[in-house]
């Protein structure tokens, strides 16, 4: 804020320009349709849950507050701990988030560079021409 009031430009005018990358690379993508994204988080998330998601992250409730455990699976399931939703209320908000997490990463890929989009239909023929 400083160096725009004093120089009376925008601070963006003081960053470098990008420069082309060193790397020649392809950038690909997966997506699919919406409520295919969503049943297969729903129905990985039920198989992480029955494969000891809950044991697991009762083991790190002690550590609930550091900052590296704020994340999808575990927060919801420390406000379990908690008493603030019931374990279903929980379960169901790790498929929430988890789905608007995958929408914040297809919202990403969509506005950051390009990149080759492919989904599960895509046999692996065209996928090789495309590329």
């Not at 997966?30 to 000891?52: A, C, F, P, Q, Y």
């Not at 999808?72 to 929430?96: A, C, H, M, W």
């Not at 988030?97 to 046999?123: C, D, M, V, Y």
């Amino acid at each position: 804020l400083e160096v725009s009031i004093q120089s009376q430009k925008p601070y963006s005018s003081f960053l470098g320009k990008k420069s082309p990358s060193k790397y020649n690379h392809i950038s690909i993508a997966l997506n699919n349709e919406r409520k295919v994204i969503h049943d297969s988080i729903n129905k990985r998330v039920d198989i992480m849950v029955r494969n000891g998601l809950l044991e697991e992250a009762q083991s790190l409730y002690k550590h609930s507050r550091l900052n590296p455990l704020n994340t999808v699976g575990y927060k919801e399931l420390f406000n379990y701990f908690d008493g603030k939703f019931s374990k279903t209320e929980s379960i169901d908000q790790i498929k929430i988030n988890t789905r608007r997490f995958a929408k914040k990463q297809i919202t990403w890929l969509n506005n950051n560079g390009k990149h080759f989009w492919f989904s599960p239909e895509n046999n692996i023929e065209k996928i090789v021409k495309v590329l």
